[in-house]
């Protein structure tokens, strides 16, 4: 088995599918599709994940979306491609690397704590203010928008 990700530059429509499963609102999703860096993860040619990084200041690279297909989840995919994002991250020279995500997620914090990020901030109503049609999972309600973050050392 061999396992490649690869930074995607054009045509970065075709990853619309994947991009939804972790940011459900199509137009938010095409308003930054086109900045940053994408990367696809393959397994012998199949695509089973996708990672969106875009910069949120000068010293700060953010995961703006991260997805592995849903057949595919826990085969540390996810994990791989938050180490290509701390690897990329320090190459470009940035000193940290910051995600935000919904409160309404199971087991999500639980990933990015053990990918070595740690709570750093909540914005409320984030994705209330923010998204036309109101987000449920896991029969709550996704309002607020969590950060977490972790220096690249
Ligand atoms: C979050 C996501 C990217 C994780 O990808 P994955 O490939 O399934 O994760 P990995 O297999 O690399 O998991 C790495 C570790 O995190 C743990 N983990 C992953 N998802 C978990 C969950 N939902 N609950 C608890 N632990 C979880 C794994 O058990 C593993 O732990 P280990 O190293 O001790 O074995 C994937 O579940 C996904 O695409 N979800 C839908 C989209 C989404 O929510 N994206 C994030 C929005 S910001």
């Given at each position: 088995?061999?396992?490649?990700?690869?930074?995607?530059?054009?045509?970065?429509?075709?990853?619309?599918?994947?991009?939804?499963?972790?940011?459900?609102?199509?137009?938010?999703?095409?308003?930054?599709l086109?900045?940053?860096?994408?990367?696809?993860?393959?397994e012998?040619g199949?695509?089973?994940?996708?990672?969106?990084?875009?910069?949120?200041?000068?010293?700060?690279?953010?995961?703006?979306?991260?997805?592995?297909?849903e057949?595919?989840?826990?085969?540390?995919?996810?994990m791989?491609?938050?180490?290509?994002?701390?690897?990329?991250g320090?190459?470009?020279g940035?000193?940290?690397?910051?995600?935000g995500?919904?409160n309404?997620?199971?087991?999500?914090?639980?990933?990015?704590?053990?990918?070595?990020?740690?709570?750093?901030?909540?914005?409320?109503?984030?994705?209330?203010?923010?998204?036309?049609?109101?987000i449920?999972?896991?029969?709550?309600?996704?309002?607020?928008m969590v950060?977490?973050?972790?220096?690249?050392?």
């Amino acid at each position: 088995m061999s396992t490649e990700i690869l930074e995607i530059k054009h045509n970065r429509e075709k990853f619309l599918d994947l991009l939804l499963l972790a940011d459900p609102e199509e137009a938010v999703v095409l308003a930054y599709l086109n900045q940053g860096w994408l990367f696809a993860l393959y397994e012998d040619g199949e695509l089973y994940g996708v990672m969106h990084l875009i910069e949120h200041d000068a010293r700060t690279l953010e995961i703006k979306n991260l997805a592995v297909k849903e057949s595919a989840h826990g085969k540390g995919y996810g994990m791989r491609l938050i180490n290509q994002a701390k690897v990329f991250g320090k190459q470009q020279g940035y000193r940290t690397l910051l995600v935000g995500t919904g409160n309404s997620g199971a087991g999500i914090f639980t990933f990015y704590q053990k990918a070595g990020f740690r709570f750093k901030s909540v914005i409320r109503d984030f994705f209330v203010v923010n998204y036309k049609e109101p987000i449920f999972e896991n029969g709550l309600q996704c309002r607020d928008m969590v950060l977490l973050d972790q220096e690249l050392d």
